[in-house]
């Protein structure tokens, strides 16, 4: 089995690309580095089943040989990210996936796009489900990144409807873990090396705000078992932790995992912030045989141990 992963140095797509090389798949890693890493893949280099590709997928796209699976996960995701590359962000949640998707009409090849909980907008409902349509200012701060996905939701079910394309898309709500870059304005790697460096963590507004956060690991499962499944064409699943805890109490619980003594600093609200964020998960549930394994405190504390190395280099 051969499978494309587009912005394979980023977070996500390295563990990706570690989870289906260990499956035994042969792994294509494209990514133009605007936003990933290289040494997120490093390791991988020389590593017989696996071949990089420098490039940017908003420009035209092909690949030799056959595909059997895309994973388009190519894009700035956090909002220091995407609202330092707004147009790009736009571009490669665009035209970035009609080409992946028009890649994977030509090589018959089944298509995960890696959506985002950010299509829900500062949702009305709680939790989120997958047939709640969200409410998202359209011309906001935030829609460069929020309104490209769903963007791209639409056509990917285009492409299924007029073309029969094999497509699924995977709504992810916030990750957390290894490789998360220190400075890319989160709130779980920001409030960690504040805390590991004894400096001020900031909470936004009130910190009465929520999220629900997976450990890295349990995501790529979830991913996992949604690209290998059969029968889910046009499948929209919810994959994030429904634990929800508000920022304060996160704040808290970091202080606490890292032995820290550096004070809370209450800072004015964000604009756009949303609420309350939360996934429903019955339906990842019910079709995958997934949800996530790992409790905050025990994802926080395996995130640590790998931060404290990386603080060190």
Request: glycine share 6%.
């Given at each position: 089995m051969r499978v494309l992963i587009t912005g394979c140095a980023g977070f996500i797509g390295s563990h990706l690309c570690d989870r289906f090389l260990k499956e035994g798949f042969e792994v294509i890693g494209m990514d133009n580095f605007i936003t990933g890493n290289p040494d997120n893949i490093a390791h991988l280099i020389g590593h017989p089943k696996f071949k990089f590709i420098h490039y940017n997928v908003v420009n035209y796209l092909y690949v030799d040989g056959p595909l059997d699976l895309i994973l388009h996960f190519a894009c700035p995701a956090s909002p220091v990210d995407y609202l330092n590359h707004p147009i790009h962000t736009m571009k490669v949640d665009s035209l970035g996936t009609l080409n992946t998707l028009g890649l994977a009409k030509l090589k018959s090849a089944r298509y995960v796009f890696a959506s985002s909980s950010e299509v829900y907008g500062d949702p009305q409902v709680h939790p989120q489900r997958e047939d709640y349509w969200g409410y998202v200012n359209p011309v906001s701060v935030r829609s460069v990144y929020s309104e490209a996905k769903r963007f791209s939701e639409a056509l990917c079910m285009a492409y299924w409807r007029e073309h029969k394309v094999d497509v699924r898309i995977a709504r992810i709500f916030n990750t957390y873990g290894e490789r998360m870059r220190m400075d890319d304005g989160r709130v779980i790697p920001t409030f960690l090396s504040r805390a590991l460096k004894g400096e001020p963590i900031p909470v936004h507004g009130d910190g009465s705000q929520t999220r629900s956060f997976c450990y890295i690991e349990d995501l790529v499962d979830g991913i996992f078992k949604l690209s290998i499944t059969d029968h889910l064409e046009g499948q929209?699943?919810?994959l994030g932790n429904p634990e929800e805890i508000s920022i304060l109490d996160l704040a808290k619980l970091v202080l606490e995992v890292t032995n820290s003594d550096s004070p809370i600093q209450m800072l004015k609200g964000r604009e756009e912030d949303p609420r309350r964020r939360c996934p429903?998960?019955?339906?990842?549930?019910?079709?995958?045989?997934?949800?996530?394994?790992?409790?905050?405190?025990?994802?926080?504390?395996?995130?640590?141990?790998w931060l404290k190395s990386y603080l060190r280099r």
């Open positions: 929209v699943i919810n429903d998960i019955r339906k990842a549930k019910e079709l995958l045989g997934w949800e996530p394994k790992t409790s905050l405190k025990e994802g926080l504390k395996k995130t640590v141990e």
